[in-house]
């Protein structure tokens, strides 16, 4: 029986003993009297409070103790106290132990409804998938089940349809809103070889995809896939409450008792008085909310965060954010864009561009790759070539339109007529470590094309915003120093240590390590061994299998300021988890005096009953507490250190 209808069952049993209690002083009995108030309780202790037996004996017969272990003591000694109390014609409690039921399954329910309203966001991506596809087979694109697209099956994406799986642009071009799986609000453009991540939402353009991705392995089933792991996971500081619980429920039976000897035997007290407030102390004491306080906010603060497009995989990785001291990065995919690209064009663009890329059409060097791009987005269109020839150790020449043209490195100097400003303005570029390229037409060189990795529009910004958290900023890459002191210059990064080899990184995040916990960013497969050993790892989204599964938090937007972020959110729920202990356990050591009895002089006692309800207030209390954390202000431009 779930636990929504064994709160029910203990409610409506337990109304008729509530209207007995109330209207007995006006004189109004409950027909059958105490044996209704049996039957009924039976009927809840059996069905409702059953579990709880259950899972206080498995507990007891491996010499542990639960929070189950109180609720069951305590409804089963008012429960068996009654039975006895009717065979002596004494006072009976039989309200007590079914009220006490019903208060701290109400508090399980707000558990459960809890843990469902924390997994939505998660649950609503997985029901967004499409149901199915147009599949080209036989020439002829036909709707197919999602079930039946394979790998590298061509799919047609029409406007306004969503996106079926995960796949690369092969054809046509649009924009589309991912918004609902990285949390990204503007509809991103996506043109041919681009990725397209299944479940999102075409914009106004056609395109053919090819599917790359299907099942478990889409980006959508392993977002749902690592949330609910990491909600199903402990923080080290739910040890320390396990720990708690195994001593506080023997402390607390050890006080209920002394509670009932000091009332019997020293104040005179019946035993129904005594028992009373035993039983109070036990049910009050009843570490629930102790036990809500970590799994909650875990729950709510990766849910919130899988909605930012930010994987937290487990509790671990959230208490270790909390001391983190600096933050390393990688560079090439990371802090810069991952590819050459133009950055500066010296003489007429237009004629430069159009020569460069005429001699670099076919070449598959990444310079030429850059220097095609830039010349497809300027729209200009590459010219045929006779007579291509290479020029040893130096680059390339053909004829275009009769006339010799030439791409090459600054060894082109010697051989061709060039303006001095050149010289000095290839000196300014190199300073900045960009790679010049030379462009000459017949005898003259006309201009220069300078690449290089350019950092990413958001990496200033992101490494500014750590700054501001007093975080230390470390760049790690197996770049030379020149090129990597210019992008850490920038940026804005505190450190740079270049010249690094794929296998050395992880040493040089240990060494950091010495000084403090520490969180190291990066996207590819040679940085999965410092992704592994660092204290958090963060991958990027769109980085390599191996990386995101080394990762301890995944960025799905592959954007750097979602570190800041990242470590926001961590922090702000490894808080509240602290912040919800803390008035858990305030609240127990508050309340067993008032159920002990020990102001019962001012008129100020708890019946079981009502000790049940404030019990289950407090894991109320909790709950919302957690619940707030959707509410919580998550910046990436937070301009002071959070303690």
Same mark, same amino acid.
């Given at each position: ?34 044996? %209704? ?104 694109? !036909? ?44 509809? !991103? ?6 990725? !397209? ?61 002394? %509670? ?162 050149? !010289? ?52 790690? %890459? ?166």
């Amino acid at each position: 029986m779930s636990v929504t209808k064994r709160f029910w069952l203990s409610l409506v049993l337990s109304l008729p003993m509530l209207a007995n209690m109330i209207l007995m002083p006006f004189g109004w009995i409950l027909p059958g009297g105490n044996w %209704t108030q049996l039957a009924l309780t039976t009927i809840i202790m059996l069905a409702s409070a059953g579990p709880f037996a259950q899972s206080a004996w498995a507990s007891f017969k491996k010499h542990h103790s639960n929070m189950d272990t109180l609720v069951a003591i305590g409804t089963m000694t008012a429960y068996l106290y009654s039975i006895y109390a009717m065979t002596t014609h004494q006072p009976v409690f039989f309200e007590s132990a079914a009220f006490v039921t019903a208060f701290v399954l109400l508090g399980q329910v707000f558990e459960e409804r809890m843990r469902n309203n924390a997994s939505d966001a998660v649950e609503k991506l997985a029901n967004l998938q499409a149901k199915d596809a147009e599949v080209l087979r036989a020439g002829q694109f !036909v709707k197919l089940p999602l079930s039946e697209v394979v790998l590298n099956d061509v799919i047609r994406v029409k406007p306004g349809g969503k996106v079926p799986v995960d796949g690369v642009i092969v054809k046509g071009s649009s924009s589309v809103d991912e918004s609902m799986v990285t949390g990204e609000s503007m509809p !991103v453009s996506k043109q041919v070889d681009d990725n !397209v991540i299944g479940a999102t939402m075409n914009g106004t353009g056609t395109f053919l995809l090819k599917v790359n991705k299907v099942g478990d392995q889409t980006m959508l089933s392993q977002i749902v896939d690592l949330v609910k792991k990491a909600q199903n996971s402990h923080a080290p500081i739910q040890k320390l409450t396990d720990k708690v619980s195994d001593i506080f429920v023997p402390v607390v039976l050890i006080l209920a008792i002394l %509670t009932f000897l000091t009332w019997y035997i020293f104040l005179d007290a019946s035993v129904a008085r005594a028992l009373i407030f035993a039983v109070s102390v036990v049910v009050i004491a009843c570490p629930c909310a102790l036990g809500l306080a970590t799994p909650t906010a875990l729950m709510v603060g990766t849910g919130r965060g899988a909605k930012m497009g930010i994987l937290i995989k487990n509790g671990e990785v959230l208490e270790a954010v909390n001391d983190v001291k600096t933050v390393v990065f990688d560079k090439t995919g990371t802090i810069t864009v991952g590819k050459p690209q133009v950055t500066d064009i010296v003489g007429d663009e237009a004629q430069v561009l159009q020569i460069a890329a005429s001699l670099e059409v076919s070449s598959e060097h990444p310079l030429a790759a850059a220097i095609l791009t830039r010349a497809k987005t300027a729209q200009i269109t590459a010219k045929a070539v006779d007579n291509f020839q290479a020029i040893e150790g130096k680059g390339v020449s053909a004829i275009i339109d009769g006339k010799t043209g030439f791409v090459g490195n600054n060894k082109l100097l010697t051989d061709f007529k060039f303006d001095n400003v050149l !010289v000095q303005q290839e000196i300014k570029l190199q300073n900045e470590a960009k790679t010049v390229v030379f462009v000459g037409l017949d005898d003259r060189i006309i201009g220069m094309i300078a690449v290089q990795d350019v950092p990413k529009a958001t990496s200033s910004e992101a490494i500014a915003n750590l700054k501001a958290r007093g975080l230390k900023t470390v760049m790690l %890459t197996g770049d030379n120093q020149r090129v990597a002191q210019a992008v850490a210059a920038q940026v804005g990064i505190d450190e740079v240590i270049a010249d690094v080899l794929p296998g050395d990184k992880a040493e040089q995040v240990q060494a950091f390590q010495k000084n403090g916990k520490v969180a190291f960013v990066g996207d590819g497969i040679n940085d999965a061994p410092a992704l592994t050993i660092a204290d958090v790892g963060i991958a990027m989204g769109s980085g390599t299998d191996i990386a995101i599964d080394a990762g301890g938090i995944v960025l799905v937007k592959n954007d750097l300021r979602d570190v800041d972020k990242a470590l926001a959110l961590s922090r702000k729920t490894f808080n509240r988890i602290k912040l919800n202990l803390f008035w858990a356990f305030i609240y127990n050591v508050l309340g067993i005096p008032v159920a002990a009895g020990v102001f019962f002089a001012i008129g100020f006692t708890l019946s079981p009953e009502l000790a049940g309800f404030a019990m289950a207030f407090s894991s109320l209390s909790v709950v919302t507490s957690s619940m707030l954390l959707n509410k919580a202000k998550i910046s990436s431009k937070v301009r002071a250190v959070e303690v």
